[in-house]
């Protein structure tokens, strides 16, 4: 028996509240290891009293990979307290439990100590994830404004070009718009979508406009906020929610607080809204030149045209959360996809979080996390995550032709 491949955490994606009165419980193990587990399971204060561990309960294989084997169980707790430990059986007849503190010999003295149990101490609601139940039947079309559709010339950039006239390069502009996106609702309404996700709307200096100037304007080149009240009202009308991408790692170089820095320096009143190590700032100077490791300021990446938020601040972190607020409030955004959410500290999601939800409850809020993100799905910071995983694995599958089925 591989005891060393077993794995359980509580509170996390092991043993989670699922809703408000069932738990679910899971266990990792050794590929083909294990002939069957069991949990022992009951209120913590009535184990001797009751010997609930006489009466356990046997788990299902719900998974497998090439190393390992999954196991669950549903559950619920009378008392909504919950204690509990796994016995497993090889497929040679060996026993353990396996607990908080380890694995154990499986004997009656061993299930008599309360201590080597696993615990949920209270199925606290409160604590449990909950998404909007609207985003589990939800079909989300993103739209890159500057290229789905070009309804209003007028506002058209210099420099347009003829929509069609050649194959996109990153800083061509085609002269989409928001007017683009409300002529064509019909169209994605015939899709069969229910949700609209835009890329960044806000006044920007870029095409792509992820270096914003400001938050609280809609970029001239894509309309302006009484088209985007009426764009929205027209969506929720016929059943459409709208998210908004948000920027809060970074902001533009041509913003009036990073400006207001490259010219007084470290006299700034923004000079502690960004991670600056020394001055001068100024593009071109200092090390900083596009893609540089020199970079006398963390940035986005290694662009000196997205400097990095400092949302340990204050007063940035007021700003950034009347921002979110804002668009939900004047203009009723359904939701916020964020931006390069995992290099903002989890101290500001968990306020942006309450901020956002305090205003609309059933409010969705999805990060952009290329990695594990356990960390951030626990019910008090996002809904959801940019799953690039999943996709990335169907692309190699059915696409790539990188990886093959097994049994």
Not at 52 to 77: C, F, N, P, R
Not at 184 to 208: Q, R, T, V
Not at 259 to 270: L, N, R, T
Not at 286 to 307: I, K, Q, R, V, Y
Request: charged share 25%; glycine share 6%; aromatic share 18%.
């Amino acid at each position: 028996m591989n005891t060393a491949a077993f794995y359980h955490r509580p509170e996390s994606e092991y043993a989670y509240l699922y809703d408000q009165d069932t738990l679910h419980i899971r266990l990792r193990t050794a590929k083909a290891d294990i002939q069957e587990v069991f949990v022992l399971k009951g209120d913590p204060y009535l184990l001797n009293e009751g010997k609930w561990y006489e009466h356990e309960v046997k788990m299902t294989q719900i998974g497998s990979t090439d190393t390992h084997d999954y196991w669950q169980l549903e559950t619920g707790a009378p008392y909504r307290r919950l204690q509990y430990a796994f016995h497993l059986i090889d497929h040679d007849g060996a026993e353990v439990f396996y607990g908080d503190r380890g694995t154990f010999p499986y004997t009656e003295a061993t299930c008599q100590t309360a201590n080597y149990y696993f615990r949920l101490p209270y199925f606290h609601e409160i604590d449990r994830f909950d998404a909007p139940e609207w985003v589990k039947e939800t079909v989300w079309y993103q739209i890159f404004p500057e290229r789905f559709a070009n309804g209003d010339v007028s506002n058209d950039p210099e420099g347009t070009l003829p929509w069609g006239s050649k194959l996109p390069d990153r800083t061509d502009s085609f002269g989409g718009d928001l007017q683009g996106v409300y002529d064509h609702l019909d169209y994605l309404e015939g899709l069969g979508i229910n949700g609209i996700y835009f890329c960044p709307i806000f006044k920007a200096n870029s095409n792509h406009k992820y270096d914003t100037i400001d938050y609280y304007e809609i970029d001239p080149d894509f309309g302006d906020k009484a088209l985007f009240k009426k764009l929205v009202d027209e969506c929720h009308r016929r059943g459409i929610r709208i998210m908004l991408d948000a920027v809060f790692n970074h902001m533009g170089d041509k913003s009036p607080e990073w400006q207001d820095v490259i010219e007084k320096e470290a006299d700034s009143k923004y000079r502690d809204w960004f991670h600056i190590r020394d001055f001068p700032v100024r593009y071109g100077e200092n090390g900083n030149f596009e893609g540089a490791t020199t970079l006398s300021f963390d940035s986005f990446a290694f662009t000196p045209h997205m400097p990095k938020l400092n949302t340990a601040n204050p007063d940035v972190e007021a700003y950034l959360l009347d921002i979110a607020t804002y668009w939900i409030k004047e203009f009723d955004i359904d939701a916020w996809r964020l931006d390069v959410a995992n290099e903002v500290d989890h101290h500001f999601w968990k306020k942006f979080y309450q901020a956002t939800t305090a205003v609309k409850p059933d409010f969705y809020i999805l990060g952009e996390i290329w990695h594990s993100s356990q960390s951030w799905l626990q019910g008090d910071e996002f809904h959801g995550v940019m799953n690039y995983a999943f996709t990335e694995t169907i692309e190699d599958f059915f696409i790539q032709k990188k990886s093959v089925p097994r049994k």
